[in-house]
């Protein structure tokens, strides 16, 4: 049923319950609601108002003479007023976020001290996908031979950021057939990524041939075997995993040792992060919302990042439902859009 069939008493009694819940993790009373001063309502009639939202599918009841808990339903009402809210806000203060710009080292190690950020002020797993170097737009690049059956890709990204990755070279290449080629891509597609490259030339196989006559096959070669590494090699940073230890009940360890076990593969969690890369802002997924099995007794924070142009990735948190929503969405936005700022600064 809409939130719209809700009353004001109503939503009041609903996200008292939440914010309980989720500070103690027990089921919450009529008597409890009573007892914070929230409503001039008796106990008999808030315990009605809490039927009446158990009808409705936000609350629950564990036992038959326990109060209630929120369910999925009942989170998304809580969480989807916080974010209600935050857009409605002008200039919010917020969690402090460390500054990134201050950490040594180089784009990895960036995207790592932003995850580490995630867990440390959420107390849960952080995570960032990084950009996959060919679905970054470029300026320049380069074809370097290192080896009978390896090429270096140098790849200058448009917000002036150094990226290097190694091929396997399916074909044998000269250097002059690499140099000819980078200098094809660089006049005709600077600004876009590899992964555009090659889909143009799968398109345009007359004319292409007709650029690189027998070296068509080679270039397509190394750019089907760079996409294709990409794609078995996740960049997905992780941090906090053991953080949630402790944070499941006893009959959802099972699920807890099949998350661990996703966080020590990444390739499937990576997989399901992906779709979310050009989201706007943040957003929430609680269980089975993000359609992901892998944690469909989790909550998903997230939001994307990248520079003005063009968006890089995304990162976020991923926890029990019964997190401090009020505190860590806010954390997620901050980061995001710090680590955003970040990137165009450093790298410009």
């Given at each position: ?40 309502d ?31 339903q ?22 402090p ?21 995630l867990?440390?002020?959420?107390d ?21 031979k ?15 950021m ?16 690499l ?10 597609f ?68 099949d ?22 802002r ?57 680590l ?9």
């Open positions: 049923m809409p939130q719209s069939g809700l009353r004001d008493k109503d939503r009041l009694v609903l996200r008292t319950i939440v914010e309980v819940y989720l500070r103690s993790g027990q089921a919450v009373s009529s008597g409890a609601v009573h007892g914070r001063g929230v409503s001039d008796s106990p008999a009639t808030i315990r009605n108002i809490m039927v009446k939202l158990e009808q409705m599918g936000y609350l629950a009841q564990p036992h038959a003479s326990a109060g209630r808990v929120p369910t999925d009942g989170l998304r009402f809580y969480v989807k007023a916080l974010l209600e809210n935050r857009s409605r806000s002008q200039e919010e203060p917020g969690p976020v460390e500054d990134l710009a201050a950490r040594p080292g180089d784009f990895n190690a960036l995207l790592d001290g932003a995850s580490r950020i867990a440390d002020g959420s849960s797993v952080g995570f960032v996908l990084s950009p996959r170097v060919s679905r970054i737009n470029f300026q320049h690049l380069r074809f370097v290192i080896g009978e059956a390896k090429v270096m890709v140098i790849l200058v990204t448009t917000f002036n150094v990226l290097t990755e190694i091929v396997p070279a399916r074909v044998y290449f000269t250097q002059a057939e140099d000819r080629a980078s200098q094809y891509i660089n006049q005709s600077a600004g876009k990524s590899l992964t555009t490259v090659r889909d143009f030339l799968l398109r345009d196989l007359p004319r292409a041939k007709s650029q690189f006559d027998q070296a068509y096959a080679r270039l397509m070669s190394l750019l089907e075997a760079s996409v294709a590494q990409e794609d078995s090699e996740p960049p997905l940073i992780v941090q906090g995993a053991s953080r949630l230890v402790g944070k499941f009940e006893e009959a959802e360890q099972g699920v807890l040792r998350l661990l076990r996703n966080f020590e593969e990444k390739a499937s969690l990576a997989r399901l992060l992906s779709d979310f890369i050009a989201l706007d943040v957003k929430v997924l609680i269980g089975d919302e993000a359609n992901a099995p892998q944690i469909s007794e989790c909550t998903l924070i997230l939001s994307p990042y990248g520079d003005e142009n063009q968006v890089l990735g995304t990162l976020g948190i991923i926890g029990p439902k019964r997190l401090p929503y009020q505190k860590i969405i806010p954390l997620v936005d901050r980061v995001a859009a710090k955003s700022r970040t990137i165009s600064r450093k790298f410009s």
